[in-house]
């Protein structure tokens, strides 16, 4: 078993803090166990909450390289595994003329050379540290979480051809999941699971402040006390964090320095995307 | 590890089995790893310990919170006693001086609520628990109430003095106002909520954690009975119908996918087979054509069933891409339609009281008539049920003893493509007292649909792959 990258809970948030990234008490003792346990870490929550944002900050804190793999409909093994290099196994047959035997180059073609790796192999073999990220799990389909489980459970890919292949040093895993589909009760239990939901109100603004720095405290705290009212209301899309920095930064750079009624009805756009959820809000917070 | 720690362990866990959260035995393993590895006197990094390896479903995590201040509290008998403050036999005599504490305590409360530390007001509602939430029900034994502190304190009724505080001279009325409201209704909330994980905490000392358990957990609201539902759950539902639209469409367009495919595409087919000589080893086909059906959904909307109705409605909205076209009616003694206020994009909460208002639903006397609704329904809109259509009626079938016009709803039945009646109440109610179901249930599919889950089931069904 390597060490592990992290010496305590309070070393997560302090790092992850340097990072760019500020924790709560779940997610630093969270991230910590994912790294002493050594399971992956399965991130449920809303889009937008920063998700993907804890995988990159993790990377960064620890000083390793991150290995995305988007999942998508349709992702299959050879996108996600691995792949031989046809083309250049044909070139090969071809360029080795009549006096090779057939022995030697069937050897020679199915050689590392003629390997095209993808995400989950090269995660896997990397000797440097490495924080691998499954993004949007639930967009797979479902045959892809049975090839997760063998990666993640065991940290191992076998390749008929060459055999298989252990990872000499785990990497930390973060499969992200936006819940449009409930995960397989069995890639659930190989993974240690947070979910990510909106923050509270004093770490929002904390956030909000260490992203958007120019921004004025009292401006950032109104900021996300209305949008704390947004959310209350029945939204089809209730605003998310980033949607947060986002009007932050629209406020900037419009010059506003307080949140009225006439900032938010111009800049309303930001945090809304529906036609109904504006129409809403409109009346709700008696804009009109 | 210590064995006390494992025995508090498996009764923990036996209260989340028990509360339906499935622990396998792999997740206990890890949650005892994990706990070898975090500080244990850090109480919320505990927390996490356990949410993180035994916790998968964001739905079971005010059930996981309960239980796990019941089997670890944050402190044990009165921690703030020992601060000097009151004695517990002067507590026990509150009575008489009660009004000028309860002053007090209110005027700190407010405070409190202005400043927003969760520390401060997590000590706060302790010391008032203990203060106020105190019974004697028998010589020897005590109870602890919730209900004495919050009926006491009344949170709410600060909200207008707060209100002002907050505001400071601003204009009454705006938006400025909402916002402030917000933010204070939350800290309100948890305040009670903090007086309540007390109040069972004291319990659970008393009478210990596994008595408690069961009682402590509320069921998730996609389990709650619509015609129990308070508002709270209904409210927490409606939030959820989006959500679950979403989830069934992605499960829909999965199981189509899977499906058989439609007629040979001979063009690709061909173009294949060059690869191969000619010879067509592998053959395509044209992506299958979901047939879409109509949706028609007549539902009685008085009183007792309208959660039950608008939930349901809202679902179809949410879902309307999944049909080609989808219409409503809606009725309490006679029915109008109401497809007019869901127009595409329509705010649905919205469409929904303005349809309570405006609807003309009420002919006589605004008791639920079904016989009346029904053929007023085939006689005013004949071409609604067709033979591409779904036709969906939602109700209790309570029709106060009144007429139930069977033939004319076989009629409808026989014209449309599926029927079914949605009935929200349990099925062993069915045909008790002035319940019309056993006529009904003998022309069209009658279907207990009594919370979301069972929604859900039905949802899936209905939908064609």
């Known amino acids: ?288 | 590890m210590a064995a006390g720690l494992v025995d508090r362990q498996i009764g923990f866990f036996h209260a989340l089995r028990d509360a339906g959260l499935q622990i396998s035995l792999a997740e206990v393993l890890d949650a005892t790893r994990a706990l070898g590895v975090v500080d244990l006197v850090d109480r919320e990094g505990l927390r996490a310990a356990y949410a993180a390896t035994v916790l998968k479903r964001p739905a079971h995590r005010p059930a996981f919170d309960a239980l796990f201040d019941l089997w670890f509290p944050p402190a044990v008998g009165d921690p703030s006693a020992r601060e000097g403050q009151a004695s517990e036999d002067e507590a026990g005599e509150a009575g008489d001086d009660g009004a000028a504490d309860k002053d007090a305590l209110r005027a700190r409360l407010r405070d409190l609520l202005l400043e927003g530390d969760e520390e401060a007001l997590r000590r706060f509602a302790r010391e008032t628990v203990r203060e106020l939430g105190r019974a004697d029900t028998a010589p020897g034994r005590q109870a602890w109430f919730s209900y004495r502190v919050l009926r006491g304190l009344s949170p709410e009724t600060l909200m207008a003095s707060l209100l002002e505080a907050v505001l400071a001279g601003q204009a009454r009325g705006g938006m400025a106002e909402k916002v402030a409201r917000q933010t204070l209704t939350d800290r309100i909330r948890q305040f009670q909520e903090m007086v309540e994980s007390e109040v069972r905490r004291r319990l659970a000392e008393d009478r210990g954690a596994e008595a408690l358990s069961k009682t402590a957990v509320s069921p998730l609201a996609e389990q709650v009975d619509f015609l129990r539902a308070s508002r709270n759950d209904m409210a927490e539902l409606r939030r959820q119908v989006f959500p679950l639209a979403r989830r069934l469409a992605t499960r829909l367009t999965a199981r189509r996918r899977l499906g058989r495919s439609g007629r040979l595409d001979f063009r690709r087919t061909v173009r294949a087979s060059l690869a191969t000589g000619g010879v067509p080893l592998v053959t395509h086909h044209r992506p299958h054509k979901p047939h879409k059906p109509e949706l028609v959904v007549l539902c009685d909307v008085s009183g007792s069933v309208s959660g039950f109705a608008h939930f349901t409605l809202m679902l179809a909205y949410a879902l309307s891409e999944q049909f080609t076209k989808v219409r409503s009616f809606a009725f309490i003694d006679t029915v109008d339609e109401v497809s007019r206020f869901f127009t595409p994009g329509v705010d649905v909460p919205q469409a929904l009281s303005r349809m309570s208002a405006e609807a003309n639903l009420v002919w006589l006397d605004g008791h639920s008539d079904y016989g009346h609704s029904i053929e007023e329904f085939a006689a005013r809109y004949p071409d609604a049920v067709g033979p591409r259509t779904s036709l969906l009626v939602l109700g209790d079938a309570r029709n106060n003893y009144r007429a139930t016009a069977v033939p004319t709803l076989r009629s409808l039945v026989q014209r449309s493509r599926h029927a079914y009646w949605l009935n929200p109440e349990p099925q062993a109610y069915w045909g008790s007292g002035d319940s019309a179901t056993t006529a009904y249930a003998d022309v069209i599919e009658m279907v207990e649909v009594r919370n979301a889950v069972q929604l859900e089931a039905f949802v899936q069904r209905l939908l064609p792959t």
């Open chain 1, 1 to 288: 078993m390597q060490s592990p990258q992290f010496a305590s809970p309070a070393d997560v948030a302090e790092r992850l803090s340097a990072a760019g990234y500020l924790t709560d008490d779940a997610i630093a003792t969270t991230v910590f166990l994912a790294d002493r346990l050594g399971k992956p870490l399965l991130v449920e929550g809303p889009a937008g909450v920063g998700k993907t944002e804890l995988a990159k900050a993790v990377a960064e804190a620890t000083g390793s390289a991150l290995i995305r793999l988007q999942c998508y409909e349709g992702l299959d093994e050879a996108r996600a595994l691995y792949e031989w290099n046809y083309k250049k196994q044909l070139l090969r047959i071809q360029a080795s003329g009549d006096d090779a035997s057939w022995d030697d180059i069937s050897d020679d073609v199915f050689a590392e050379e003629f390997l095209l790796s993808r995400p989950l192999l090269t995660a896997i073999r990397r000797e440097e540290p490495t924080v691998l990220l499954v993004d949007e799990t639930d967009k797979a389909d479902v045959e892809v979480e049975g090839l997760l489980l063998e990666v993640l459970s065991d940290f191992q890919i076998t390749i008929p051809e060459l055999g298989t292949i252990t990872a000499s040093r785990r990497p930390i895993v973060f499969l992200t999941s936006n819940a449009t589909r409930e995960l397989s009760e069995a890639l659930k239990r190989r993974c240690l699971y947070l979910h990510l939901d909106y923050p509270s109100a004093e770490r929002e603004k904390a956030i909000v402040l260490s992203r958007v720095p120019e921004i004025a405290e009292q401006l950032a705290g109104s900021l996300v006390s209305t949008v704390r009212a947004l959310r209350a209301m029945e939204l089809k899309k209730s605003p998310s964090i980033s949607e947060s920095i986002d009007w932050a930064r629209t406020l900037l750079a419009l010059g506003l320095d307080t949140l009225d009624e006439q900032a938010v009805r111009t800049t309303l756009g930001v945090v809304l995307k529906h036609a109904s959820d504006h129409d809403r809000a409109t009346t709700q917070l008696k804009l009109d």
